[in-house]
């Protein structure tokens, strides 16, 4: 059983996905992380000499791989870009989206430079386009929606753990 989270970069994932993992005592992956790995450099740097296309090459075979083992798994924000991507979220495990208004994000991520879709101009006209783009593609992904808002990390855990619970996906302590 895997359970991947879903969202826009800095909703929380790797955050959460970890907690979250340590909790159902699963393994824990990090999609960017396990991209990074293979690619021996920052995803920014991939991402500004080879360009997007290339990364979302290797996005897509890496997901292919990590939502056939069990555990928790946190996906980059753009995983949803690719239709067959969405296609083995869902169809292989239970997908949660991390929702995040992109002045909660821009609240949180304004002092990241790691984010390579964030070095522009106005960041947050950018998390506003992201979020126009990706949300509906969230939406189509997720089995469970979890508002993420103001709640901590352990809150957040809480209400994704309780809504697996009442879908009979993880055992009720």
């Known amino acids: 059983m895997i359970i991947s989270l879903v969202g826009l970069p800095g909703s929380g994932k790797s955050t959460v996905g970890r907690q979250l993992a340590r909790r159902l005592q699963l393994s824990f992956n990090d999609a960017d992380q396990v991209i990074e790995q293979r690619i021996g450099c920052p995803i920014r740097e991939f991402f500004e000499r080879e360009g997007e296309t290339s990364f979302r090459d290797i996005e897509e ?75 509906p593609l969230y939406r189509e992904t997720a089995h469970f929606v979890i508002d993420t808002g103001r709640p901590s990390v352990a809150t957040l855990v809480n209400m994704i753990v309780m809504q697996l619970e009442l879908a009979g996906i993880v055992p009720q302590n």
């Open 61 to 135: 075979q890496v997901l292919d791989e990590l939502t056939q083992q069990s555990g928790v798994l946190s996906t980059g924000g753009g995983a949803v870009l690719r239709e067959v991507n969405r296609q083995r979220l869902h169809m292989r495990g239970k997908v949660v989206y991390l929702k995040s208004t992109p002045e909660e994000l821009m609240r949180r991520l304004r002092h990241d430079t790691q984010r390579p879709l964030l070095q522009v101009g106005d960041p947050l006209q950018r998390l506003r386009e992201l979020y126009a783009v990706r949300d």
